[in-house]
């Protein structure tokens, strides 16, 4: 049975094949039940994962998974067939495949209702898009059995080597590259030795997410973790820390595009009556609106295809300052100071965000064809986006010194070819992943209504605007880029990469730790707190002083 499910999971080639094997997998499924029926007490012992499978939030796998492009792209939303088909067999190739049964009801269809769908009778959906609907028909622990057998005997493991690389790289590799240099600015460079620090804290931690994988079947995301190790509390409780982290990455995305556009056009402004809009407000506007379309999509694959070169544009970014410093010889020569305990905690949290990985880790780890090569994996990706880091946060601090901005791209001079090339970078990639990262908390919040087909949509439609809005409002209130990556460095990124991981470990592994493991865990939970706690303070006190002045 796994073999076919798999075949029919992995080549779909139209809407109306697609209805046709999903309901043969509830037929087979349904015979597979009923042969079984004689070893209930067996089934019920390897059905106890399906509980991580319908608690709030059930979407942060599949969302998640769009986000980290561990799930390949689909093109099915253009309408055309053999498009589709042309991705399955292309986009197969290059990224990894997990069309699930879950996924496709929310990935197939548009995300306003069409007019036939309006005719159908009204029937019980789902909150979110990305589950399918309960079957009625069966009992509760019938149910729950089949959808254990959907969400655990599809093979997932489908992520090559290279390809998970990619993904910890293309999570890793965010916006906080361009604020290293500012890092070494309020650190010092004696400040870097944290980078190391932090680089080294966070791979044994992911290595610690994986463990914790391990302890029992059906654990695949960081919220399954936090039930396992603290039941349904601490699966809320995790869950909400990576939403807001979430949410805050969407701030940050529109501070980001308003600075970087006013730098490109610092003369923009607009009146409207009484009302004036400066440069940074008016592209914090016109950002806000251009995004909100991609977040109404239903279909996100196309984005999640796009913001896989994520890589990309970091590196283009990187060699851009690279060469503005060694070929364009932009240096100032500046020594800088050693250390600087007064800013050192802000530097704390600037260092922290850079390994804000975790939330996805887990889902790379389940996604991999070869699970053994993980920590090859972790090590990769941390190695080289440390050194991507460490090089950045040299060059940049030794070209503009104590000038250096919150994005070093706003100090490189705009006459430059390579200056432009990493600042437009810069602008475009936010674009692609602004809807990606909004999605999870949107998805959340929509499986807390509970509503009829029609209404979820509207609902959908609603939360997902005001949560696009909340950001430009939280944006054009706190405009300070660095002091809001610091804090959520030093606040959530510490809880999520170092103190919690830590946590969920001991508590899941409880007598079977060791004393090394254990030693090592609590020094890693007190460097996280000790940096969370001046962290946090610093950051919030410079916060509060900027918006006085």
């Excluded at 015979?31 to 019920?44: I, L, P, R, V, Y």
């Excluded at 106890?48 to 390949?72: C, F, G, H, N």
């Excluded at 029992?216 to 982290?245: C, H, N």
């Excluded at 002091?483 to 592994?509: N, W």
Aim: glycine letters at 6%; hydrophobic letters at 40%; proline letters at 5%.
């Amino acid at each position: 049975m796994k073999n076919s499910v798999s075949e029919r999971s992995f080549y779909i080639e139209s809407d109306d094949d697609e209805e046709k094997l999903i309901k043969q997998d509830d037929d087979d499924d349904a015979g597979n039940f009923s042969d079984s029926s004689d070893s209930s007490t067996e089934n019920q012992q390897q059905n106890k994962p399906s509980s991580y499978t319908t608690a709030w939030p059930q979407s942060y796998r599949q969302s998640i998974d769009m986000l980290s492009s561990v799930q390949s792209p689909n093109l099915g939303f253009l309408g055309t067939p053999n498009l589709s088909r042309l991705s399955s067999s292309f986009l197969s190739s290059s990224l990894v495949r997990r069309h699930t049964p879950e996924v496709l009801p929310g990935l197939s269809k548009p995300f306003l209702p069409t007019v036939e769908d309006e005719k159908l009778p009204p029937k019980r959906r789902s909150s979110h898009t990305l589950l399918p609907p309960r079957k009625s028909s069966l009992r509760p622990n019938e149910a729950s059995f089949r959808a254990s057998q959907l969400m655990h005997e599809v093979p997932l493991r489908r992520c090559s080597f290279g390809q998970a690389v990619l993904n910890g790289m293309n999570v890793l590799c965010g916006v906080g590259i361009l604020s290293t240099p500012y890092a070494v600015k309020e650190g010092g460079w004696a400040g870097l030795s944290i980078l190391l620090l932090f680089a080294v804290l966070s791979f044994y931690t992911g290595l610690l997410l994986r463990y914790c994988l391990d302890s029992e079947p059906g654990l695949e995301t960081y919220p399954d973790i936090g039930q396992a190790a603290f039941g349904t509390t601490g699966r809320i409780a995790i869950s909400i820390i990576l939403y807001v982290e979430l949410y805050a990455s969407c701030v940050e995305y529109i501070i980001l595009e308003s600075d970087n556009l006013s730098s490109l056009f610092p003369n923009a402004h607009l009146s409207l009556g009484g009302l004036e809009l400066s440069s940074h407000r008016l592209f914090a506007l016109i950002s806000t609106l251009a995004v909100l379309p991609t977040v109404w999509l239903r279909d996100l694959s196309v984005l999640s295809y796009l913001s896989a070169g994520g890589v990309i544009a970091s590196v283009l970014v990187v060699c851009s300052l690279f060469w503005v410093g060694t070929v364009d010889h932009v240096n100032l020569h500046s020594k800088g100071s050693t250390l600087n305990l007064g800013t050192l905690p802000v530097a704390l949290g600037l260092y922290g965000f850079c390994y804000s990985g975790h939330a996805v880790f887990p889902n790379i780890y389940s996604s991999m064809e070869k699970p053994h090569q993980f920590p090859m994996v972790l090590l990769t990706s941390f190695g080289i986006c440390t050194l991507m880091y460490a090089g950045v946060a040299v060059m940049g601090y030794s070209m503009f010194g104590e000038s250096t901005e919150s994005q070093f791209t706003l100090n490189m001079p705009t006459d430059l070819l390579a200056s432009k090339i990493a600042v437009w970078t810069t602008v475009v990639n936010p674009f692609t992943k602004y809807a990606l990262t909004i999605t999870p908390v949107a998805l959340s919040l929509e499986e807390l209504i509970p509503s009829n087909q029609l209404k979820s949509y509207i609902y959908s439609i609603l939360i997902r605007t005001a949560l696009v809005v909340s950001t430009l409002l939280v944006g054009l209130s706190i405009p300070f880029f660095g002091l809001i990556l610091a804090l959520i460095g030093s606040l959530l990124t510490m809880l999520v990469t170092l103190i919690l991981p830590c946590l969920c470990f001991l508590s899941i592994k409880k007598s079977k730790v060791t004393k090394l493991q254990g030693c090592i865990c609590a020094f890693t939970i007190a460097v996280g707190a000790i940096s969370s706690g001046f962290g946090t303070y610093s950051a919030v006190s410079k916060i509060i002083d900027s918006l006085s002045r």
